[in-house]
């Protein structure tokens, strides 16, 4: 019975839409073989010329814990220090994350910086693609271009998006484990927000008492290990964020929020933050929606809004569309969805090179998504559809 309800999609999708599909999968390999190329390529670009990507923020963070100094972590010049020992330094690369992050980063400190960078690509990336796997095919994990941005500069997106997937693909079968999982994004904050609105919805008590449990445990721990200094000087630093981007000292390319969007297109900050208020209150409207409902597309739903929700998020943090990506390549009609959403975040990658001047469209990705997931023209969410987006994904691996 599952296999013909799973077949039925295949058997009415049109030439086109299969020629689609197979240009995907093909995309997929070719991203994936690049997403390969560019860990091994970054790490002798480390090793030989110290580049002032992010990861040296990390590092630097972690070795500064290491040493005894976590509080020192959030000290622009002190930090600045530690990153010249490694990398040419042009500009700041401070340290904005919650002292719980202060426990990820030094794990990978006490090795030389090309090799820290292997190791915590390897360990987040490990990660994310098991939790992908619990989604959609392994061929389309790190086909989604954010996975190349993320190798580049050693950025945290595998690790959040690793703990946003593992936890929201439990909150059925165990919703305390889920919980659990979930309040670990107290190491980003920003991408959590919609999680209470999603649980809350869904009456699911047992996983917001483990999500409360782990994240106040989490904090907890971070103030007896590294001290109420390391919260003080976080505090302090995220008021610095907040002053550089009232001042306009920001490019807004790089960001990936609707504020951002309206910031390059030249829109004062009073309109800018008011239609970021409401991509937010329309995100959190519709997950409440879709999670009441207990809808088959939930998942995908919520990574969607999460993305528009903070003023404050950038490219690399879009790996969470790999799960409406997945759905939108399940429908059997109009995968083409998928590819336009694909193209829109490819865009900010491209932008990295130079060869994209515009704003950046992880946004418009998230709302294109929500809008063919969740809008007026949607399909009735049925677990064939869900069935046909994890079989097709898997049918194009196995080519």
């Known amino acids: 019975m599952a296999d013909s309800l799973q077949s039925r999609p295949i058997e009415r999708e049109s030439a086109s839409a299969g020629n689609i599909r197979k240009a995907f999968g093909l995309v997929a390999f070719a991203a994936s073989s690049v997403f390969a190329f560019t860990v091994v390529l970054s790490a002798?670009?480390?090793?030989?010329?110290g580049p002032d990507v992010d990861f040296v923020s990390f590092w630097a963070a972690g070795r500064l814990?290491?040493?005894?100094?976590?509080?020192?972590?959030?000290d622009i010049h002190a930090h600045r220090a530690v990153e010249q020992t490694v990398a040419h330094i042009g500009g700041l690369m401070p340290f904005p994350y919650p002292p719980p992050f202060l426990f990820f980063v030094s794990v990978f400190a006490w090795a030389a910086y090309p090799f820290a960078y292997l190791l915590w690509?390897?360990?987040?990336?490990?990660?994310?693609?098991?939790?992908?796997?619990?989604?959609?095919?392994?061929?389309?994990?790190?086909?989604?271009?954010?996975?190349?941005?993320?190798?580049?500069?050693?950025?945290?997106g595998f690790l959040t998006s690793g703990i946003f997937l593992f936890g929201i693909s439990r909150?059925?079968?165990?919703?305390?484990?889920?919980?659990?999982i979930l309040g670990a994004l107290v190491i980003k904050p920003q991408l959590g927000v919609l999680i209470p609105v999603a649980l809350l919805a869904s009456r699911q008590w047992r996983a917001?008492?483990?999500?409360?449990?782990?994240?106040?445990?989490?904090?907890?721990?971070?103030?007896?290990?590294?001290?109420?200094?390391?919260?003080r000087g976080f505090f302090a630093i995220t008021q610095q964020y907040a002053a550089f981007m009232a001042a306009d000292r920001w490019d807004w390319a790089q960001q990936a929020s609707?504020?951002?969007?309206?910031?390059?297109?030249?829109?004062?900050?009073?309109?800018?933050?008011?239609?970021?208020?409401?991509?937010?209150?329309?995100?959190?409207?519709?997950?409440?929606r879709a999670w009441a409902r207990g809808s088959e597309q939930r998942e995908a739903i919520l990574a969607a809004a999460t993305?528009?929700?903070?003023?404050?998020?950038?490219?690399?943090?879009?790996?969470?569309?790999?799960?409406p990506l997945t759905m939108l390549l399940g429908d059997g009609e109009r995968p083409w969805r998928a590819a336009i959403v694909w193209?829109?975040?490819?865009?900010?990658?491209?932008?990295?090179?130079g060869l994209y001047p515009g704003p950046n469209t992880v946004p418009v990705a998230a709302i294109l998504s929500l809008w063919w997931l969740a809008g007026p023209d949607r399909k009735p969410a049925t677990a064939a559809h869900l069935q046909s987006a994890r079989g097709l994904s898997a049918k194009l691996n196995s080519r």
């Open 44 to 49: 002798c670009v480390y090793y030989l010329y």
């Open 65 to 74: 814990t290491l040493g005894g100094h976590p509080s020192v972590a959030y």
């Open 121 to 156: 690509i390897s360990a987040t990336a490990g990660l994310y693609f098991a939790a992908t796997r619990r989604f959609t095919a392994p061929r389309f994990a790190f086909a989604h271009p954010a996975a190349i941005v993320n190798a580049m500069i050693g950025q945290n």
């Open 171 to 180: 909150v059925a079968a165990a919703p305390f484990t889920a919980g659990l």
């Open 208 to 231: 917001i008492g483990g999500a409360a449990l782990s994240s106040l445990a989490v904090a907890a721990a971070a103030a007896l290990v590294f001290g109420l200094d390391s919260y």
């Open 258 to 288: 609707v504020f951002g969007f309206f910031r390059l297109l030249g829109a004062p900050q009073p309109l800018a933050l008011t239609m970021q208020g409401m991509a937010a209150f329309a995100a959190a409207a519709v997950t409440w």
């Open 307 to 323: 993305l528009l929700v903070p003023p404050y998020v950038f490219a690399y943090d879009s790996l969470l569309l790999v799960l």
């Open 343 to 353: 193209v829109c975040l490819a865009a900010p990658l491209a932008g990295y090179f």
